[in-house]
């Protein structure tokens, strides 16, 4: 996992793959938020004790400027059962506490807001659980095509099922950044970026489905528009079998009519997909 | 771990006492013969009663000591039916010259057989059994011998062929496999390939390692990621060639034919690949060719 350079994401999934590396990511994300300005407000899980003092947020793993915001309040943190009383387990409760979190901060003047949580540690056994996690997280997007807000969704991969962790790709699909790839919709094109293999295939194919769903959804809203993903592959490295695997599943699984476009696909993903008997549904296009 | 598996086990059996020997061959040989397996014993007129005092209707089979020549003996053993057990000394009884170049050999020609080769040792030559065996029989059953040092040729292609080792990388998990990536690229390019060659070079070597470690690749389903394990990238550089020799233990042992999927789009991606399969594991190789 790598810091993101270069401007905020308004609700971005930080995936890592133990406490460690998602401290590092997270600590680098709060560093910059507080810097220019931002009350933050922090979900996570206290130990046993339930002392934030145990935290990391106040040691030495994060930064003099976290540890001093913690003091004078423009960091506030929330330990996750308390949050849990708070929202009544529905998305609606959820959405209500952040609204009240972000409108809280504007009132106190605070110029922009940022939120984060680590990893929930839900189990998402079924298909409805699912859907409350989707709901939840669609309060971020609404509050933050509408506030100056930046949201930063912790993943660790150490602590959550396989489940959780391809459905919370499937999610957040539209800003990730992974261990060695990422991926960021700027509302044309599904961008990705990075080294796709079968270390992170799973992931990544969690994510691309999500984007493909997220087309069907907004082609049925009446909108007009096209079910069609259009995944630019230029900022691609390396793709090896078992991610054209993905992108060769996903196309056999898309919506009727719903078409899987690849810009600049890498030369050897090309062969690769033709190996693995592309279909239809799958298109590629060559940069202009 | 049991004796008997898909492949070689060669293994040294250390102990003077012809009672001693018979106890720890004792597993092996029964279940060789309750599977209709042959087995030979190959040992002086002492070793032969203490296995017939336990066996004494087994069909075993009893050529003298002084018919068995020891450098000679892996090709004798090549044509011996799959699933049989020989157990005999003529290796720690030949010259000391001779010994270690006849265990080498049984290691290398009979690496895929199904057979199982125990080489009775006095304590006396412990450290030449640990050294020149694969497998130590113990009374727990056969285990790996941690003296043993396998020739890099430990599957049937001479090292000659495969060049110097120029690098070597650990890939621990996944995570590893953009390390692998990263420093086998890098050996390629001083070979002097670049563009497309390289860069299928260096896929290649990713999937030789995906398939050495035994991840799956079922079509239809997504597929897995690389198990954590020991397992090792090994570049090897000549004057014509790249070589990428990944080692790796697969969880669940399957043959490595052309019919695994990930093996068929391994050989669509370089010149030359081989798939060996032995008792430490599975080996994998991808040439390159860099002229």
């Given at each position: ?9 308004a609700h971005l ?16 994300w709060l560093?910059?938020e507080?810097?220019?300005?931002a009350k933050v407000f922090y979900k996570g ?30 960091l506030e943190f929330m330990?996750?059962?308390?949050l ?10 959820l959405?209500?506490v952040q609204a009240e979190e972000l409108?809280?901060a ?6 922009s807001v940022a939120m984060t949580q680590e ?17 939840q997280e669609?309060g971020y997007?609404?509050l933050a095509?509408?506030f100056p807000l930046h949201v930063l969704c912790q ?134 | ?291």
């Amino acid at each position: 996992m790598t810091v993101a350079a270069g401007p905020a994401r308004a609700h971005l999934l930080q995936v890592a793959e133990s406490d460690h590396a998602q401290r590092v990511g997270t600590a680098a994300w709060l560093d910059r938020e507080l810097a220019f300005g931002a009350k933050v407000f922090y979900k996570g899980w206290l130990g046993d004790d339930g002392r934030l003092e145990k935290h990391w947020l106040a040691g030495p793993g994060a930064s003099v400027r976290t540890r001093r915001a913690l003091e004078t309040g423009q960091l506030e943190f929330m330990d996750f059962p308390r949050l849990v009383d708070l929202v009544g387990g529905t998305a609606e409760g959820l959405h209500r506490v952040q609204a009240e979190e972000l409108h809280r901060a504007l009132d106190e003047g605070w110029t922009s807001v940022a939120m984060t949580q680590e990893s929930s540690r839900r189990p998402l056994v079924d298909d409805d659980e699912v859907a409350v996690f989707a709901q939840q997280e669609g309060g971020y997007d609404e509050l933050a095509a509408r506030f100056p807000l930046h949201v930063l969704c912790q993943l660790t991969t150490a602590v959550e099922n396989e489940v959780h962790v391809v459905h919370s790709l499937g999610i957040h699909h539209r800003d990730v950044l992974d261990v060695g790839w990422g991926a960021h919709d700027d509302g044309c094109r599904w961008r990705v970026d990075g080294d796709l293999d079968a270390h992170v295939a799973q992931r990544f194919g969690g994510a691309l489905t999500g984007a493909l769903r997220r087309g069907v959804e907004v082609a049925g809203q009446g909108t007009g528009a096209s079910p069609d993903l259009h995944l630019d592959l230029s900022g691609v490295r390396f793709v090896d079998v078992a991610c054209a695997q993905m992108i060769v599943l996903a196309g056999r699984s898309v919506a009727g009519g719903q078409h899987l476009v690849l810009h600049d696909p890498p030369r050897l993903l090309r062969r690769l997909l033709d190996a693995l008997e592309r279909p239809e549904s799958i298109v590629l296009r060559d940069p202009a | 771990m049991t004796t008997g598996g898909a492949a070689l086990l060669h293994a040294a059996v250390v102990g003077e006492d012809p009672e001693d020997v018979v106890q720890l061959c004792l597993p092996a040989v029964r279940a060789a013969l309750d599977a209709g397996g042959d087995v030979e014993i190959v040992l002086d007129r002492r070793g032969v009663r203490a296995f017939r005092e336990v066996l004494p209707d087994a069909a075993l089979r009893l050529p003298s000591p002084a018919e068995v020549v020891p450098t000679t003996l892996a090709h004798r053993l090549a044509a011996a039916a799959p699933g049989g057990v020989v157990v005999g000394r003529s290796c720690a009884d030949a010259a000391a010259t001779d010994r270690e170049p006849a265990e080498d050999a049984l290691t290398l020609l009979l690496a895929d057989l199904s057979l199982s080769v125990l080489c009775v040792y006095p304590p006396a030559l412990v450290d030449v059994a640990r050294r020149s065996h694969p497998w130590l029989l113990t009374p727990d059953g056969p285990v790996p011998s941690p003296d043993h040092h396998p020739p890099s040729s430990s599957s049937p292609v001479p090292a000659a062929v495969l060049g110097t080792s120029v690098a070597q990388v650990a890939v621990p998990d996944g995570s590893a496999l953009a390390d692998l990536r990263e420093r086998f690229a890098a050996v390629v390019a001083e070979a002097g390939l670049a563009g497309e060659r390289a860069e299928v070079a260096v896929l290649a070597a990713h999937e030789a390692m995906l398939l050495a470690c035994g991840a799956d690749l079922t079509p239809g389903r997504p597929p897995g990621d690389l198990p954590p394990g020991e397992h090792l990238l090994d570049v090897r550089r000549s004057t014509g060639a790249v070589v990428a020799e990944c080692r790796g233990r697969p969880r669940a042992a399957r043959d490595p034919s052309a019919a695994d999927p990930r093996y068929a789009q391994l050989a669509r991606l370089c010149d030359h690949a081989t798939v060996h399969d032995d008792r430490e594991g599975r080996t994998v190789r991808v040439l390159t060719p860099t002229r």
